[in-house]
């Protein structure tokens, strides 16, 4: 029903800047809270950044926060994740991912992800 394809990841030295992209598939995404995760090997998947359906509600987690700006383009069924300062304990690989609601809230569970994009920071 949803798809999500994650784009934007690469190689970047400590400090710089990335922007990911989303883009989603499927019907309803104006009406889908939309967030960002990452996760390292062994350890477990964090939520970043979650944006509600218009985009008046977000969260950001401590570990980004001023660093990281999420934001949305309905008419382009798209999400993105503004990176910047961004440090080697960043590495990870990103993950995109919906939820249907109700109302124009964030949420911290989600039904639907994307495969992944690697983001490397070198130092």
């Known amino acids: 029903q949803v798809q999500l394809v994650e784009s934007g990841g690469g190689l970047v030295q400590a400090g710089g800047s990335l922007r990911l992209s989303c883009a989603a598939s499927?019907?309803?995404?104006?009406?889908?809270?939309m967030g960002w995760f990452r996760q390292a090997p062994g350890k477990e998947r964090e939520l970043v950044a979650g944006i509600s359906w218009s985009g008046a509600v977000i969260w950001y987690a401590d570990s980004m926060k001023g660093r990281v700006t999420i934001s949305r383009d309905n008419a382009k069924n798209t999400v993105y994740l503004q990176m910047n300062s961004l440090k080697p304990e960043d590495t990870d690989v990103y993950y995109c991912?919906?939820?249907?609601?109700?109302?124009?809230?964030?949420?911290?569970?989600?039904?639907?992800w994307g495969q992944g994009t690697q983001v490397t920071v070198s130092s």
């Open positions: 991912a919906a939820k249907y609601s109700d109302y124009d809230v964030v949420v911290r569970e989600f039904d639907y």
């Open positions: 499927g019907r309803a995404f104006s009406r889908r809270a």
